[in-house]
Structures are given as C-alpha cells and as structure tokens.
C-alpha cells in the first residue's frame, strides 16, 4: 500500500452496470476481460492506457490484481511526453449517469472504518499486524491471502431520512439509551459491517 501511494494517484470507479458518462466511457476504454468485478486494481495511465496487458489478455483480468511494480516499470518506460504532468487534460465530471442511484433528500451518508483488532496481554485491543482472509469463496474457489500491517476498510452507508431520525432522540440527554429499531439495525450491521479490509 505505501508502494502505490508513493508512486501512484488511487482513483476508485463505482461500477454500476455501464454507466453512460464521462467516466463510464474512461472505464469502458481499458475495461476488458471481465475486469470490471469488485475489488478488481488496474495499473491505468491518464489517458487510458493499460499498464497490466499481458500477451494473453488486454488486462489484467477478472480475478487478478495489477502487480504495482510491474505497472511502474512499463510507465516509466513510456516516452516522456506522455508522463509528463498536464500531459492529458481531464476535464471535471460534469453530469453522472442519469440511471445511477441517487441520495434520497433528506438522506446522510454515513462514513465508517473497520479494521480487525485482537486482546493483546494486557486485555487491550490492538491491530493485528498479519491479517489472513478469503478473498473469494464460491462453490469451486477460494482464495486465502496474508496482509501485512492491513490499512482499516472503508465503509459508506446511506440512511434515509426517515432511518437516521429513527434513531435520534426528539430531546437527547447525557448517558440516555433507548432501543434500536430493528430495520435499522440490520442495515447497520448485517448490510454494512461486511469485510473491506485488504
């Protein structure tokens, strides 16, 4: 993860089916082989050239992630005029896709983290510094990895209007507890609390 922030600028893509907008169109330039999944990486430059193609494929692929090294190296390796900075201009997004969800008024999103934790000697919680999981699990795979020193999931869930006021007090007090309604409870937890720490 340091290695990528040093020498790489992150962009996350919301994928929903295809949007048809300026960054549908900039996803849909190199989005080959099926890698459009969740979690799928790419080592892409500005102007939508793939740095993960392989011989077999256009890209990386479905299931597989860009070895950031590898990216590097084929960038770097590209003619100086076209790493320079403002080499590509990218205009501002100016309209989403008309058919991607939109927040509901009155709604609020709220923003989470997760990470996992362990008691240590003293009873304590603290991060682990090895962290094993199954990256996919279906019928005929699974996918057992190790992270080193994992950075905490990120997590974005949307309340309406009518949930977030469910569960805040007309008249709050200090150390006032009240039940939480069950709709938004599973929400919370069963929909949200899902693992994003990679």
Sequence with gaps: MAFIKKNFVPVVITVHGECKDAEGVFWKSFC????????????VTPAGKILCATEKSASCGGRSVC???KSLQKWLALPEEERRPGAVKVEDLQEMDPAFPKRPAGSIILKGYNRPLERGSDGRLKRLKDYRDCQELGKNDSNWRTFVEPEPGRVFLWFTQEQWK???PAQPKLGMTFPFPEAVSDRLVRLTLLNTIY
């Excluded at 080959?32 to 080592?43: L, P, R, S």
């Design 67 to 69: 070895n950031p090294e």
């Design 166 to 168: 469910s569960i805040v």
């Design 32 to 43: 080959k082989d099926y890698a459009w999944i969740t979690g799928a990486a790419h080592g």
